[in-house]
């Protein structure tokens, strides 16, 4: 072949900076840009957030529930106001310091004496307790302190007792007024006319047989709850015993004018008592019922 015909050979441009790697890709292509946004992003949350640190677990888990650090603390303060006001219940491990410190948040008094017996208002003295029954009341309130009632529970508990006491005693003055009204139905209704003076003779009776005792009768109650004293058929033996008696048992003799005024005066004491009976006023009954038995003393 004619050295002049050759096929022409490719030839390398010495000013040329282009070459080829191993992969066939021109070494001189243009490097593609890089950037640093992955890394600045992943810097830039790296160091604001705060939950970095925390170890996986509980903690953790309660820092992805808070929106910021500021949250978390404030959150912290707001559990520190409540426990610092907050009770706890003493278990078998807690002190005896930790138990009063317990009860004395409940309200529960310190000791018996601590505690106040405060009666509801406006209570029946007959209802009251006295002066032995109060140290009754407050064992029996002791054992309400002991099992962790505070002072306002046991008010309640005083309120309810005392209560149902004082409805019980106005059931009961209603039902001795009604015994009281139908006993004097009857009593009218045999004895007509007669039914003032057998009244007062049968309470004449009464008081000189039964003398320093006859308050003390006067409250005996029947099985009912009604005054034995107010019964008809006592009423009815007594007037009958005091018309045998006679009046020289009774004491000295009085004119019919001043009889009639004595009756007059014991009928007002007998009504005054009886209005103070069914109010449920026992000593003021107690008065009207010894200025009834002085007048009786002088009728005879």
Same mark, same amino acid.
């Given at each position: 072949?004619?050295?002049?015909?050759?096929?022409?050979?490719?030839?390398?441009?010495?000013?040329?900076?282009?070459?080829?790697?191993?992969?066939?890709?021109?070494?001189?292509?243009?490097?593609?840009?890089?950037?640093?946004?992955?890394?600045?992003?992943?810097?830039?949350?790296?160091?604001?957030?705060?939950?970095?640190?925390?170890?996986?677990?509980?903690?953790?888990?309660?820092?992805?529930?808070?929106?910021?650090?500021?949250?978390?603390?404030?959150?912290?303060?707001?559990?520190?106001?409540?426990?610092?006001?907050?009770?706890?219940?003493?278990?078998?491990?807690?002190?005896?310091?930790?138990?009063?410190?317990?009860?004395?948040?409940?309200?529960?008094?310190?000791?018996?004496?601590?505690?106040?017996?405060?009666?509801?208002?406006?209570?029946?003295?007959?209802?009251?307790?006295?002066?032995?029954?109060?140290?009754?009341?407050?064992?029996? $309130?002791?054992?309400?302190?002991?099992?962790?009632?505070?002072?306002?529970?046991?008010?309640?508990?005083?309120? $309810?007792?005392?209560?149902?006491?004082?409805?019980?005693?106005?059931?009961?003055?209603?039902?001795?007024?009604?015994?009281?009204?139908?006993?004097?139905?009857?009593?009218?209704?045999?004895?007509?006319?007669?039914?003032?003076?057998? $009244?007062?003779?049968?309470?004449?009776?009464?008081?000189?047989?039964?003398?320093?005792?006859?308050?003390?009768?006067?409250?005996?109650?029947?099985?009912?709850?009604?005054?034995?004293?107010?019964?008809?058929?006592?009423?009815?033996?007594?007037?009958?015993?005091?018309?045998?008696?006679?009046?020289?048992?009774?004491?000295?003799?009085?004119?019919?004018?001043?009889?009639?005024?004595?009756?007059?005066?014991?009928?007002?004491?007998?009504?005054?008592?009886?209005?103070?009976?069914?109010?449920?006023?026992?000593?003021?009954?107690?008065?009207?019922?010894?200025?009834?038995?002085?007048?009786?003393?002088?009728?005879?």
């Amino acid at each position: 072949m004619d050295p002049d015909e050759a096929t022409p050979t490719a030839t390398e441009d010495p000013t040329s900076t282009r070459s080829e790697g191993s992969a066939g890709i021109p070494t001189d292509a243009p490097t593609p840009a890089t950037t640093d946004t992955a890394t600045t992003d992943t810097a830039t949350t790296d160091a604001t957030d705060w939950r970095i640190g925390i170890p996986e677990g509980p903690l953790a888990e309660q820092a992805r529930r808070m929106a910021s650090l500021t949250a978390t603390m404030q959150s912290i303060v707001d559990m520190r106001k409540k426990l610092s006001t907050a009770i706890f219940v003493p278990t078998d491990k807690s002190t005896d310091e930790e138990r009063a410190a317990y009860y004395k948040k409940l309200g529960v008094p310190e000791s018996i004496d601590a505690v106040k017996i405060n009666l509801p208002d406006q209570l029946d003295p007959s209802i009251a307790p006295g002066e032995e029954e109060v140290a009754d009341v407050r064992q029996a $309130l002791e054992g309400m302190r002991k099992a962790g009632a505070s002072q306002a529970v046991i008010d309640e508990a005083l309120k $309810l007792h005392y209560g149902a006491k004082q409805v019980e005693l106005s059931a009961q003055i209603e039902k001795d007024k009604r015994f009281s009204e139908q006993a004097m139905a009857s009593l009218k209704n045999e004895w007509g006319a007669d039914t003032e003076e057998n $009244l007062n003779i049968a309470s004449a009776a009464a008081n000189k047989l039964f003398g320093d005792k006859f308050e003390e009768m006067r409250q005996i109650e029947t099985k009912d709850g009604n005054f034995l004293l107010d019964h008809p058929e006592m009423l009815r033996m007594l007037a009958s015993i005091g018309r045998e008696m006679g009046d020289s048992n009774f004491g000295s003799i009085v004119s019919d004018s001043q009889r009639e005024d004595l009756r007059g005066k014991a009928d007002e004491y007998r009504a005054k008592r009886n209005e103070a009976i069914a109010a449920g006023k026992n000593l003021l009954a107690k008065e009207y019922d010894d200025k009834e038995r002085e007048v009786l003393a002088k009728l005879g």
